[in-house]
């Protein structure tokens, strides 16, 4: 067995996760130094600085830059945040009642390529039929003006009109009504306020529990928001080390579901969530959170769709060549 | 440099709701802890099944006083089934043996069924419940009945000599709990990989009010009381006992963020 690799490995707090961090889990023959930061600022210095040597990264920044030629970050199908995004979208109650009703209107974005707006973006289409091109999009910092994206939108189709905004934030646009919408991440406290109080900003889905529901039947996706992937000079040094990240956090993720399972001690203080799974076993198999290309193919070409029709990548670019470096040093294909 | 904290060894399972506290994410005012292996009866912190606990009570045993935290708890007429021909079942617990034999005899129901983890997939078993969750929250609605399963327990001596000790405890496990609770709707990543579980705590909401797994003498008294009711009655014990005398006396705890 050669030296074990030293390396950073930057990634959020997760149930699913904290046992390989912890080192209850440990990664095979692997020194992994853990890093834990606000998750913009790990995304950020992983894409532009490549301060670490694994990060959990956006899944559509990924994606993107794995479609424009980028080579220098190497993903494994391992998936810590997945959200369905249909509460993340926040309208002006006076003018949008419905979600056809933002056809045609203006809606502020805190970049193109990020995850959440992707998926939303995507709901809309294949649940209302509203495209990219229904709605003119207003791109900017949520409260803070002038935020630019990490990277940006490459082959945006013609008819998709993005507006950057530098001099005010989309929230204050929202408010006075320059805006019809917004979707964003998490939402502002003025329009947390305003949702608890029935104020004029109101979710787009008052029923978000149905609208996932909905989508999830009619998908079978689960949406992905990050993905784990490594700085290409740790995996030429070791190329069996993607593997091997896999597999820990694989069996982190087994031994999730084994502690949701037990019911006495309570691991996992969630009344009746055997339920709930059963409930999305119809419209999601019976791993309802599975990692890897194939248990994930329905939800991947979901993906790449909305990247496609959103103009972040172009059309050749498909499922298997998001993970190549991880099926060719694994068996899956 | 000195470290004046009174040290303490705490034995847990791995607790979802505790683990910012083996974590140290959320400090334990005035104590250095050392985490030790589940189980360790002799940790100055650790649990017991809250059979074992009232029933030393009421043997006069106070050599360990419980805090009321209560980290194992679950509804039980999912556990309950009722057997054909030859039946291979582990040895039931206790404690949810309790709750069973009780509350199917409060309900003049025959009791002798056989107890085992739901969905045990045990031979020659079937479950006494069809739609059991259904049933455990009518129950629920009617009772205010949430079984506890453990207590956490803390060497009375301990608490005898620092007249804090049993607050500080409590308030560590408590925050843990409420911050456990908000990683179930943290919208900037999913904190446990259960698809929707934000519209799952929701629906929890509606069955079981806002803290779905309150801690505290108060929120728990119905069970309590109810769980002493079914051990007198089952003999586990000789008479009812008030259930403010089983707990160490807490301090509530107040979040100054809730803008008190």
Redesign the interface.
Known sequence: MSKPPRFTFAI?????V?DVV?GRIPIENAEPLFIRLP?PEMFRRFVIARDWDVSEMSFVQYGTLRAAGERGIVGIPVF?????RQ??IFVRADRITAPEDLRGGRIGIVGWANSAGVWARGALSDMHGIAAADVTWYQGGVERPGRAEVIGPRYVPDDVKIVRVTDRGIEEMLWTGDLDGIIV??PPASVEASISSGGLIRLLYED??AA??AY?DQTGC?PI??VVALDRALFEQDPDIARRLYEALERA?VE??A???Q???????????????ES?RAA?GNE??PYGVEANRPTLETYLRYLRDQGLVDGGFGVDDLFPEWQAVTDER | MSDSRVPLTIALAAYSHAYELRSGAVGLAGIRPSFVEEGAADADVHELPLADYVAGRADGDVTVTALPVFLSRGFVHSWIYVGSGHVSAPEPDRTVAIYVRGLLQERGEDASVVIAPPRCGCAGLRPRFERAGEVEREYYAQTGVFPIFRVVVVRTELLDRYRWLASNLYRAFEVARRRYFARLEDIRGSRVPIPSVADHLMALRQSLGYDVWPYGLEPNRATLEAFVRYATEQALISGPADVSDLFARVEPFVDVTDGV
């Not at chain 1, 810590?80 to 369905?84: D, E, G, I």
């Not at chain 1, 019911?263 to 799974?277: F, G, N």
Request: aromatic share 14%; glycine share 0%; hydrophobic share 40%.
């Open positions: 959020s707090s997760y149930d699913h904290n912890d998750i810590p945040s997945r959200l369905y509460s993340a991440p998490s978000f529990p996932e529901r999830r689960v928001m990050h993720r999730y579901f502690s949701l399972a019911r006495c001690p309570t691991l996992v203080p969630i009344p009746w969530v055997d339920e709930h799974i999305m999601l309802v959170w």
